[in-house]
């Protein structure tokens, strides 16, 4: 494993048992399989190393575009995948999180045989995917997940009553009267009732059967719950009754929510935290009163943006367009700066923003007859004709070219038909702590900050 290079802004002096999940650097690939013999021909990177704490009693809203990766990282975070690398960590006090973090900052190869029995140990204590059966049942326990679409995730053929019991009957904690009893409560506790209990899911409407899925959830008295877009599907005077709802039982019952959501108008005045994610990877974590007063990445601005009923008080420079790149190629440098309106010099321009930027003119890569790789940065482009070749030259070197690439641009000659392309290279663009609680992946506002040419 390598070192993890992501910092966390919420470090400043965790008190003790404060933490109820600490995700660390967690990945989940996805193997792209093709031909008949389903050879591994890829992998879709979903999720690809983000880091991050959950307090306990504390709502953390996990929001980006839709295929950022959140639902993927949500079942990883509920036990129902297991992490491709890292991992998340349960019931870590200040002292082992402080002690995990030390020992993870190390590389592998740099560890002693002390501190990697500390890691060891430490690891099949707390991380969920390798503690031990009994623990992690109290986990799966501890922690539930409530899906987007209640339909899908309610039994058809079961009996609300069976379906809200059958977490209650197979950790054993009722049975008989007694469990229906039990039952009648929690659908109480979520403004259904006695005269529910046989009835199917389609009996209901949307907003009941997620409900019913609330009270599910609810059957084994957990203390977190990952709500996976609870509200998505529903209409807008629905998702003010379920976010009420989902707002009182977190009081009633102290809960710890990671509330996954599209939309940042949603978790607005239900989050204590936000983590914005962008194909895989934090872009930016802090308070919500600091995300919407002073978001610090250009994402979150466009996401901040997007929506009409937030956009009042905001500057209307960014917008997003396009969608997100593909998860099996995620962009060099920062994974935004393919849709970045303010990207720089430094963002990350590569070979493939070139090809795609001249593919949108029209026959310019015509005579295009290979193109060979060096690596990210730099290849060589060979053209039928001369012609075509400082064509391609004149291009790059042009105003249609957009500036932040020009400027990347460290090399450029031509010899014949043949172009040599060279970017500066660059590292991945880090999460770094801006103001206290607050860190943003955006060398704006980070030690990465290109200097200023006067
Ligand atoms: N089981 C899977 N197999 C292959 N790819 C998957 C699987 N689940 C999700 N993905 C891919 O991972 C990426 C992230 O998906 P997802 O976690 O559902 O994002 P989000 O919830 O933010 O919309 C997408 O490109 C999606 O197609
Ligand atoms: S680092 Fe910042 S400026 Fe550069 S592309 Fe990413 S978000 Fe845009
Ligand atoms: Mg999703």
């Not at 002292?95 to 501190?115: F, G, K, N, V």
């Not at 503690?131 to 539930?144: L, V």
């Not at 209650?168 to 529910?196: D, F, N, P, Q, W």
Request: hydrophobic share 35%; with cysteine; proline share 6%.
């Amino acid at each position: 494993m390598t070192a993890i290079s992501t910092a966390r802004p919420e470090d400043a002096t965790p008190r003790a048992s404060e933490y109820v999940i600490s995700v660390r650097d967690a990945r989940k690939y996805f193997p792209i399989k093709e031909g008949v013999l389903q050879r591994v021909t890829g992998h879709i990177k979903a999720v690809d190393g983000i880091s991050f704490d959950v307090r306990r009693g504390e709502t953390v809203g996990l929001v980006g575009e839709s295929g950022c990766g959140k639902t993927t990282l949500g079942r990883c975070i509920a036990g129902l995948l297991e992490p491709t690398g890292g991992g998340v960590y349960f019931g870590l006090d200040a002292d082992a999180r402080a002690r995990l973090d030390a020992l993870l900052a190390d590389p592998t190869e740099t560890r002693t045989p002390a501190q990697q029995r500390e890691l060891a140990e430490l690891t099949s204590r707390h991380r969920i995917d390798t503690m031990a059966k009994d623990r992690r049942r109290e986990y799966r326990r501890n922690c539930q997940m409530v899906f987007q679409d209640a339909f899908s995730s309610l039994n058809p053929r079961q009996l609300v009553k069976d379906i809200v019991g059958r977490p209650l009957k197979i950790y054993r904690e009722a049975s008989g009267t007694a469990l229906l009893e039990r039952v009648v409560a929690l659908l109480e506790s979520v403004g259904l009732g006695r005269e529910h209990l046989y009835r199917y899911p389609h009996q209901f409407s949307g907003g009941q059967r997620q409900r019913i899925s609330i009270a599910r959830a609810l059957a084994l008295s957990p203390q977190f719950i990952v709500l996976d877009e609870p509200t998505s599907s529903l209409d807008v005077s629905v998702q003010a009754q379920i976010l009420n709802l989902l707002y009182g039982l977190q009081q009633e019952h102290g809960l710890t929510y990671l509330f996954i959501t599209h939309d940042l108008n949603v978790v607005r005045h239900m989050s204590d935290r936000i983590v914005v994610m962008y194909l895989g990877q934090a872009a930016e974590i802090g308070s919500a009163d600091r995300i919407f007063a002073a978001p610090r990445h250009p994402y979150t601005e466009a996401l901040l943006a997007a929506n009409p009923s937030l956009r009042k008080d905001r500057r209307d420079g960014i917008r997003l367009s396009g969608s997100v790149p593909d998860p099996a190629r995620p962009p060099r440098g920062c994974r935004f700066h393919t849709r970045c309106p303010v990207a720089t010099r430094v963002c990350g321009w590569e070979i493939d923003d070139a090809i795609r930027e001249l593919d949108l003119r029209d026959g310019l890569l015509k005579g295009l007859s290979g193109v060979e790789r060096h690596s990210d940065f730099a290849a060589d482009l060979t053209f039928d004709t001369t012609d075509q070749a400082a064509a391609l030259v004149a291009e790059l070197r042009s105003p249609s070219t957009p500036e932040p690439m020009r400027e990347a641009l460290v090399g450029l000659r031509q010899d014949g038909g043949v172009v040599s392309v060279r970017f500066e290279p660059v590292e991945p663009v880090r999460l770094e702590t801006v103001e206290p609680a607050h860190a943003t992946a955006c060398v704006l506002h980070t030690s990465q900050r290109p200097e200023v040419h006067p």
